[in-house]
T-cell receptor, first 114, second 114 residues
Framework: GESVGLHLPTLSVQEGDNSIINCAYSNSASDYFIWYKQESGKGPQFIIDIRSNMDKRQGQRVTVLLNKTVKHLSLQIAATQPGDSAVYFCADSYSGAGSYQLTFGKGTKLSVIP | ETGVTQTPRHLVMGMTNKKSLKCEQHLGHNAMYWYKQSAKKPLELMFVYNFKEQTENNSVPSRFSPECPNSSHLFLHLHTLQPEDSALYLC?????????????FGSGTRLTVV
């Protein structure tokens, strides 16, 4: 079936720098995308979402960019903090007929260097 | 606390044992899910319930048996498991199956089969 994947399995960033986590998705019909954060010993936690009619959405210190032409999604974290250290997942879904649950990628582990 | 509670947090069981995992949500969501999370793999969808009705069984072996007595509770009954079934089992809920607004995950049950 269709899958969502991540370019880099690990990312190390200096505290205070900006982080960029990338994701490629394969289902061109996907119209909803989410980024999740999973800290050690916890379940995935919703960070930010974006619909396919947008190409950018900002939250608190986070920005999601969507490029539908190349089926690419990225999460930018500004002024990365030690508390941002976690595994980040992207997920997509499709609202059309048939199965439309979220499909998750493998995850990128973000390590923040103090 | 996310609003989705899973018990137990940790479980060690022998291959001949029978055990059950429990998930509870009081978010008013109408869809609930079981996911399996293994190292270096994407989240694997196991079962989906929408308004208490099972809508998807993602080719899961019969040694895993779900039960959804109402929209707030979800169980996963385990019997004669294999060591490769050791993983983090995550429960999630959502308002609607596309997951608009994101799925809310519990903290998971870390299962070890010996």
């Amino acid at each position: 079936g269709e899958s969502v994947g991540l370019h880099l399995p690990t990312l190390s960033v200096q505290e205070g720098d900006n982080s960029i986590i990338n994701c490629a998705y394969s289902n061109s019909a996907s119209d909803y995308f989410i980024w999740y954060k999973q800290e050690s010993g916890k379940g995935p936690q919703f960070i930010i979402d974006i619909r396919s009619n947008m190409d950018k959405r900002q939250g608190q210190r986070v920005t999601v960019l969507l490029n539908k032409t190349v089926k690419h999604l990225s999460l930018q974290i500004a002024a990365t903090q030690p508390g941002d250290s976690a595994v980040y997942f992207c997920a997509d879904s499709y609202s059309g007929a048939g199965s439309y649950q979220l499909t998750f990628g493998k995850g990128t582990k973000l390590s923040v260097i103090p | 606390e996310t609003g989705v509670t899973q018990t137990p947090r940790h479980l060690v069981m022998g291959m001949t044992n029978k055990k059950s995992l429990k998930c509870e949500q009081h978010l008013g969501h109408n869809a609930m899910y079981w996911y399996k999370q293994s190292a270096k793999k994407p989240l694997e969808l196991m079962f989906v319930y929408n308004f208490k009705e099972q809508t998807e069984n993602n080719s899961v072996p019969s040694r895993f048996s779900p039960e959804c007595p109402n929209s707030s509770h979800l169980f996963l009954h385990l019997h004669t498991l294999q060591p490769e079934d050791s993983a983090l089992y995550l429960c999630a809920s959502s308002q609607g199956m596309q997951g608009l607004g994101g799925y809310t995950f519990g903290s998971g049950t870390r299962l070890t089969v010996v």
